[in-house]
């Protein structure tokens, strides 16, 4: 998902829905986070058709997510666990705020607010958390920019560790840019919109060096699959039938007989050579 193959994660969580047996009990943990992080890839999807103009799939790719971030945002508030709450909650704002829904948003920020311990210990991650994305609510449909400015500068102001990278910061910078153009303070909204563009980017540089050590990986798993292949699978039952053909030509066989044997000893050793070729032509390239 980080390196925003959404599709090919699509594909895993089906794989293993079909892998795992029907009948195996999840706990509240597995549920909560196996549905928030399937709903991310169905999110990061919708984003990708939105980019490619493709209003049939979008459609259908942002009811796929929400599908599965309000299920587990009903199974977290269920589990009364507040942590697994607001994670939840997280991932299902995004989702609606997508499909621009600000108010089914705000009704699920009442419900997560009414099962408490989630904004009472001011500074903590629960509590910021929450507030950024009440935050982000609240910024579609309030009538008070300089209420919800004054919000965003004290989550900014008060440093928290969520916010000091990764994506949670980069929302924060997204959220002040936009605060202060609806306050009509243009000169800070370009600065953070800097900011944030900045942000974003190292993200995607972060990204593909990651997608990157993958890829060689996988390309190192696979010329030592093709070595193997090459020096053992292939290379070893030629030898030995390179072998068998020299010492049948040495016997007492009859001259169209002898003639198929040296030809098929030539064809033996040629593929022989054509493996060690090859093989020199991997190292080289490596």
């Known amino acids: 998902i980080r390196l925003g193959e959404h599709e090919q994660a699509i594909q895993m969580f089906e794989a293993r829905q079909c892998l795992a047996p029907a009948t195996e009990p999840a706990s509240l943990v597995e549920r909560v986070v196996s549905g928030v992080t399937e709903a991310e890839a169905w999110l990061g999807y919708s984003r990708s058709l939105r980019c490619a103009d493709d209003a049939t799939g979008l459609e259908s790719a942002l009811a796929q997510a929400r599908e599965l971030a309000q299920r587990a945002c009903e199974a977290a508030c269920e589990g009364g666990v507040p942590r697994l709450r607001v994670l939840a909650f997280e991932i299902l704002t995004d989702v609606l705020l997508e499909a621009d829904d600000a ?50 500068t004290a989550l900014e102001a008060g440093s928290h560790a969520c916010f000091q990278s990764g994506r949670r910061r980069r929302q924060l910078m997204q959220c002040l840019w936009r605060a202060f153009e609806r306050c009509g303070d243009f000169r800070h909204a370009l600065s953070w919109r800097k900011r944030w563009v900045e942000a974003q980017a190292q993200a995607e540089a972060i990204s593909a060096r990651e997608q990157l050590k993958l890829t060689q990986r996988a390309l190192q798993t696979l010329r030592g699959e093709a070595r193997h292949f090459i020096t053992d699978a292939l290379s070893t039952p030629l030898k030995a039938a390179c072998e068998r053909l020299k010492q049948v030509q040495v016997g007492e066989i009859q001259d169209a007989t002898r003639v198929k044997v040296q030809k098929a000893a030539r064809s033996t050793q040629r593929a022989l050579d054509i493996a060690a070729q090859y093989l020199n032509v991997m190292h080289a390239e490596y």
């Open 103 to 152: 108010d089914g948003a705000r009704a699920w920020r009442e419900r997560v607010r009414g099962g408490g311990g989630v904004d009472r210990q001011p500074g903590s991650w629960l509590c910021v958390v929450f507030q950024l994305n009440a935050l982000k609510i609240d910024m579609r449909v309030s009538a008070d920019p300089a209420g919800d400015l004054a919000r965003v």
